[in-house]
Nanobody, 127 residues
Framework: QVQLEESGGGMVQAGGSLRLSCEAS????????MGWFRQAPGKEREFVGA????????YYAEPVKGRFTISRDNAKNTVYLQMNSLTPEDTAVYYC????????????????????WGQGTQVTVSS
């Protein structure tokens, strides 16, 4: 079992940056693909990005491409989400999630494919 805990959320002005961290417990972090999702008030949870187990492959949702970057440190059991050029539309609760096995484009954006979730961290971007 994997337990996930996000940190790094907060309030920032438009154009600013934040770096979210997601630390995993357990010894199986390196065997899990990691994803980031977000949920704004009144909206469904949406895919932000994901990274393969090795860190070799990454996928991003169109709204965040070129602004957000995912990285992971398997030695620290941690995945990161660097968010730059933030806009008020990025305001949401951000969740990290873990999926056992190989990351595939056929399911990477589907939250149901992820086995474990963190509790979320709030990101608020003011205009």
């Amino acid at each position: 079992q994997v337990q996930l805990e996000e940190s790094g959320g907060g309030m920032v002005q438009a154009g600013g940056s934040l770096r979210l961290s997601c630390e995993a417990s357990g010894r199986t972090f390196s065997t899990h693909s990691m994803g980031w999702f977000r949920q704004a008030p009144g909206k469904e949870r949406e895919f932000v990005g994901a990274m393969s187990r090795s860190g070799y492959s990454t996928y991003y949702a169109e709204p965040v491409k070129g602004r957000f970057t995912i990285s992971r440190d398997n030695a620290k059991n941690t995945v990161y989400l660097q968010m730059n050029s933030l806009t008020p539309e990025d305001t949401a609760v951000y969740y990290c999630a873990a999926a056992a096995g190989v990351l595939l484009t056929s399911w990477v954006e589907n939250p149901r494919q992820y086995d474990y979730w963190g509790q979320g961290t709030q990101v608020t971007v003011s205009s």
